[in-house]
């Protein structure tokens, strides 16, 4: 009896499972159905307008805009700072390719310059001869070259922050090679030691305007690179110098070691022709008067 009830029971169940199942299969079928329906409903109402439409229309849809033209800024009606964080004349902004380009040649000057101190030392007893002097008395005309270093500075420095970089590196160039040839073509010991102290004056201030160059292209955060490798040019001078002035000392003679100077003082000078200025206040002024606007204050 009980056995009886227990099959009947769970037939029961299985049947009411079959139809659950069956029922949900139905209704699955008439969702999908209807999404069909409403799917076939929108694609003929889609080409039912895209039937009206003017074909010219279509073509006016299809084809590409006109785009507006681009208008410039208007152009600064003050020179007083940049136009903005922006502006393509601020050395800042410039490509690293072309703040290289300023960095290199000014490091070569710089080389040439304190290589011209030391390259004269290898022929000092042979000075000593020509002249008749005493060999301490021939190392003078190393001394009094860097004591010329050390003053040139003191002279640039303000009519850099007046002219700008560039003035001082063009104009003091070719004043430090005829000053240089003017102490290969001496005739007398005080003629050299005079020409080699007016070779340091006028070598000296790249030594220091060099530095500015570099503040005036790269912010404070990215200045070591730079900065490194602009300062590394004047210390291998005074190594490599004695090095090229030992070989013309013994296969020339002493008046070699100007020449040799000479020679690489103009390879470098001719590098630096090219470069634009860098400091801010003459760039403003040229701008100014480019524009004829109102020039930047002078600075206290």
């Given at each position: ?25 139905e209704k699955q079928d008439s969702i999908q159905d209807r999404t069909r329906l409403e799917a076939f409903k ?259």
């Amino acid at each position: 009896m009980d056995a009886t009830t227990t099959n009947s029971s769970e037939a029961s169940k299985e049947g009411y499972l079959h139809a659950t199942a069956a029922h949900d299969l139905e209704k699955q079928d008439s969702i999908q159905d209807r999404t069909r329906l409403e799917a076939f409903k929108l694609g003929s109402d889609n080409d039912s307008v895209q039937s009206d439409r003017d074909p010219e229309d279509l073509e006016k849809a299809l084809s590409p805009q006109p785009t507006k033209p681009h208008h410039e800024p208007p152009p600064p009606t003050t020179a007083e700072d940049w136009n903005g964080p922006d502006d393509p004349d601020n050395p800042l902004n410039w490509t690293m390719r072309k703040r290289a380009l300023h960095i290199a040649p000014i490091a070569f000057l710089s080389f040439a310059t304190t290589a011209g101190s030391s390259m004269i030392t290898p022929a000092a007893p042979e000075i000593a001869r020509y002249f008749d002097v005493s060999r301490t008395a021939s190392i003078l005309s190393l001394s009094l070259f860097v004591l010329g270093l050390g003053l040139g500075p003191i002279i640039a420095a303000p009519i850099s922050e007046k002219f700008g970089r560039g003035v001082v590196y063009k104009a003091s160039g070719p004043i430090y090679m005829l000053f240089i040839l003017g102490s290969g073509f001496s005739k007398s010991f005080g003629g050299l030691l005079v020409c080699r102290l007016l070779a340091g004056m006028s070598g000296g201030p790249v030594l220091a305007v060099g530095s500015g160059t570099i503040a005036d292209m790269f912010p404070p955060r990215h200045r070591a690179i730079a900065s490194g490798t602009y300062v590394m040019a004047p210390f291998l001078g005074p190594a490599l110098g004695p090095v090229i002035g030992g070989f013309a000392a013994q296969f020339k003679d002493w008046r070699w070691t100007q020449w040799c100077t000479i020679f690489i003082a103009l390879a470098a000078y001719l590098t630096i022709l090219p470069m634009s200025e860098t400091y801010k206040n003459i760039i403003l002024q040229r701008r100014a008067k480019k524009l004829h606007i109102p020039p930047p204050p002078p600075r206290p």
